[in-house]
């Protein structure tokens, strides 16, 4: 059983940051890439920032030179410092990383359960 488990959200005054964390633990043989997404109350989720296990990283356009993706491979764990933050930023942030299915080529993507993020004074 593999999951996916975020930490690090909060309630921030607009100008901070916060740095979000999620550790995949589990049956996990390989992970290829992981990512952010949020969903903000009304909206569709919206992919904020991805990496793959070799550090490459794409980012939406409306976070582009404020937020900043990385991973730890040894700890299966990804991360995103996120700052001058808006309460245009407030939402639930997911995690969600492509994990290799045992004995296959498969990757499956598995999601997190979420971590509140609110920007407001």
């Known amino acids: 059983q593999v999951q996916l488990v975020e930490s690090g959200g909060g309630l921030v005054q607009p100008g901070g940051s916060l740095r979000l964390s999620c550790a995949a633990s589990?049956?996990?043989?390989?992970?290829?890439?992981m990512g952010w997404y949020r969903q903000a109350p009304g909206k569709q989720r919206e992919l904020v920032a991805t990496?793959?296990?070799?550090?490459?990283?794409t980012y939406a356009d409306f976070v582009k030179g404020r937020v900043t993706i990385s991973r730890d491979n040894a700890k299966n764990t990804v991360y995103l410092q996120m700052t001058s933050l808006k309460p245009d930023d407030t939402a639930v942030y997911y995690c969600?990383?492509?994990?290799?299915?045992?004995?296959?080529?498969?990757?499956?993507?598995?999601w997190g359960q979420g971590t509140q993020v609110t920007v407001s004074s």
């Open positions: 589990g049956s996990i043989f390989s992970i290829n890439a």
């Open positions: 990496i793959t296990r070799g550090g490459s990283t």
């Open positions: 969600n990383a492509r994990i290799q299915v045992p004995g296959t080529i498969q990757y499956i993507g598995f």
